[in-house]
């Protein structure tokens, strides 16, 4: 499977690629929503992983773009800051999941 992680804090980006890397998936990554969008169009990723916060394109940008590449992938929205607004608006937006 291949699997697109996007998060800007360093230390959660390494922890979640080394743990998807062990799992035996291939991985790329990026630090924010445009970067990780252009990685998405040339990766094709079975599984993107994002968190919302970030800066330049946050994830909720980043999902709608990705969903208006007509993408089968799969979307999971992060977040350590959650609530209960951003999961609705994630899921409208048409993410598969939402973890905080």
Known sequence: MKVLIVEDDPASLKYLKDTVEMAGHEVKTAENGETGFNVFKQFKPDLV????????????????AIRLQNSDSIVVIMTAFGSEEYAMQALRLGANNYLK
């Open 49 to 64: 992983l994002s968190d919302i916060q970030m800066p330049v394109v946050d994830g909720l940008e980043l999902l709608e």
